[in-house]
């Protein structure tokens, strides 16, 4: 469930939709599949086992299965975590704020230029943004110190299929507001001519963002999953879930953004937020739905922010000998000092440039989307294929005791399939640049 809570937040409703929007719609979203299954789910499964054959979190994992060298790729995955979680809770911050905006009706209206300026407005101040994101900093740092990862995995238990019911209503809605129907064709209906040589690496960056690979989530997670839990139906049920839901909230926004008249490719990051509030608009008691939307949406996201914590809070464990609390508190400080920069990148720094062209946000996303969870996750498929090999299966087993009839070619695609794909697609990009 926390694995599941982990993969399915943000990333499927508010990342998935503007980034398929940015890199051409449906032939990306075709890439997206293939690079889920080809990649996505023989990973998932690598990291839940090597979490399980190990006990450890990812530094200690990599260096007890393998050596000294190896655990430099843990070390890479917990810096990974740290710089996700140092972007992910501005986005965080901006669910709670517009839960406010649904409740005063700010937004209560289908006019996109002043959906568009309240988005402005709001992200571009420093104090609201900044509290935002401070408070839920606060929430994520509090479910870590409390223990109450068990009380908040119910509530979500119980919450997430009532997130996903909003979801299917919403996409009734959308597609069926006016000149949407393009906007479901983009979505669906693949134009090869809209591919260059940013979508593959976009779709890789994407699927690994989306399943919370390549920064040690899992591997943590896995550490923590009771034998009785069979691995494969845990991670065949994981990705399925995280599809469905990115496709869902593709279905709403991608049409609502044809019918509020933005070009694909234009949305960037407040697209989610920009266009649903119109959908809302629309509906019945619109606000009321707005408002349990983003309420679900802010929850989805605390599923999801607690994971990368989790991680940087266990190294600080296991290799620093720091109690939770300590932990707990110094990560989310560190992280949150990193996040005030990437808030203030939206507003007064905008023109702040790290990477060439590229926000302090945008930098941050890029290197921990693009680059650490990609490369992460090719060093532990070559892990788990080359040096754990057959021994990985021990984690794959049946509770019978059964292999699994596909675990030769499990290790097969480990070894040779995703390292040699993920490895293309990142040349090919540099190359490309
Ligand atoms: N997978 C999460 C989402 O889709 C984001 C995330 C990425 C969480 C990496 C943890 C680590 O929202």
């Not at 920064?215 to 009785?228: L, N, Q």
Request: aromatic share 12%.
């Amino acid at each position: 469930m926390a694995a599941a809570g982990s993969a399915v937040g943000l990333g499927n409703i508010w990342k998935f939709p503007y980034v398929t929007g940015d890199s051409g719609g449906a032939a990306f979203l075709l890439i997206y599949i293939v690079c889920i299954f080809l990649f996505g789910l023989p990973l998932v499964l690598a990291e839940l086992s090597l979490g399980r054959l190990s006990g450890k979190s990812p530094v200690a994992a990599f260096r007890q299965m393998g050596n000294r060298g190896w655990s430099g790729v843990g070390g890479l995955s917990v810096l990974t975590a740290f710089m996700v979680l140092s972007f992910y809770i501005v986005v965080c911050g901006w669910t709670l704020a517009y839960m406010y905006f649904e409740l005063t009706g700010e937004i209560d209206g289908t006019n996109q230029a002043a959906l568009q300026q309240t988005f402005t407005d709001f992200t571009g101040g420093v104090w609201a943004p900044i509290i935002c994101a401070a408070v839920f900093m606060i929430g994520t740092a509090g479910v870590i110190l409390g223990g109450v990862g068990n009380g908040i995995e119910r509530v979500a238990k119980i919450l997430m299929p009532i997130l996903f019911l909003l979801l299917i209503i919403l996409v009734f809605r959308a597609v069926t507001l006016p000149g949407s129907w393009e906007g479901v064709k983009f979505f669906l209906v693949p134009d090869w001519s809209r591919l260059d040589g940013e979508t593959a690496t976009a779709a890789v960056g994407q699927a690994f963002f989306s399943l919370s690979l390549g920064e040690g989530v899992m591997i943590t997670y896995g550490s923590y999953m009771a034998r009785r839990h069979h691995l494969p139906t845990d991670a065949l049920a994981i990705v399925g879930l995280d599809t469905l839901v990115a496709i869902l909230a593709g279905l709403a926004v991608l049409p609502a953004m044809f019918a509020a008249g933005i070009e694909p490719g234009n949305g960037g990051p407040g697209t989610t937020f920009m266009v649903l509030p119109a959908v809302f608009a629309e509906m019945p008691a619109g606000w009321l739905f707005g408002f349990f939307f983003f309420l679900l949406l802010a929850i989805a996201a605390l599923t999801s922010a607690i994971s990368p914590l989790e991680v940087m809070v266990r190294y600080l464990g296991d290799e620093f000998g720091l109690a939770r609390k300590k932990a707990t508190i110094l990560s989310a400080l560190v992280s949150f000092a990193v996040a005030v920069p990437a808030i203030l990148s939206f507003g007064p720094w905008s023109g702040v440039h790290i990477l060439p062209d590229s926000s302090i946000f945008d930098s941050l996303d890029f290197t921990a989307t693009s680059i650490g969870m990609p490369v992460g996750g090719l060093l532990t498929a070559l892990f788990l294929g080359w040096v754990i090999g057959p021994r990985a299966f021990q984690a794959i087993r049946h509770p019978d005791g059964r292999l699994p009839i596909w675990a030769g070619a499990w290790l097969f695609v480990l070894r040779f399939i995703t390292p040699l794909g993920i490895g293309w697609i990142l040349l090919s990009s540099l190359i490309m640049d």
